[in-house]
């Protein structure tokens, strides 16, 4: 379960493109985005495919279907790549892909954290949205 309060994401509407990007530390005492980097373990990554986001008012069920290492100035964090180009590029960086059937009208959601020790690069995990419901609670 990846919680932020949606305020401090800075999103106003998680899903208005194809692909949100969120950044979040990889802090060393285990809090934030610290899990992102076991995803690139295959046995990891089949056992944890599935996690929810949730913020103040709303709650994600994710299906994760790629973790990549990339550099921080990477064209899977530009703003307008049109989808082929982007799934392409993510393709091409992902250690796992797992084919799920993605498409440009899908909500694909990005969770980005820096890899310890190497400077500008970064691990993604990407999911798609799959689920979206109103918090219940008042």
Request: glycine share 6%; net charge negative; no cysteine.
């Given at each position: 379960?990846?919680?932020?309060?949606?305020?401090?994401l800075g999103i106003s509407n998680i899903n208005a493109d194809f692909n949100s990007v969120?950044?979040?530390?990889?802090?060393?005492?285990?809090?934030?985005?610290?899990?992102?980097?076991?995803?690139?373990?295959?046995e990891y990554f089949m056992n944890h495919s599935y996690g929810w986001l949730t913020t103040e008012d709303e709650v994600?069920?994710?299906?994760?279907?790629?973790?990549?290492?990339?550099?921080d100035t990477s064209g899977l964090y530009l703003a307008?790549?049109?989808?082929?180009?982007?799934?392409t590029q993510l393709r091409n960086s992902a250690s796992i892909?797992?084919?799920i059937g993605i498409s440009a009208n899908d909500n694909l959601i990005m969770l980005s954290t820096c890899t310890s020790a190497e400077g500008n690069s970064r691990?993604?995990?990407?999911?798609?949205?799959?689920?979206?419901?109103?918090?219940?609670?008042e």
């Open positions: 379960i990846f919680h932020l309060p949606q305020k401090f969120i950044y979040g530390h990889n802090m060393g005492n285990g809090t934030m985005f610290a899990d992102i980097p076991h995803y690139e373990n295959e994600w069920l994710i299906d994760f279907f790629a973790v990549a290492r990339t550099a307008d790549p049109s989808f082929e180009e982007w799934d892909y797992k084919e691990t993604i995990l990407v999911g798609k949205i799959i689920d979206n419901r109103e918090d219940d609670a």
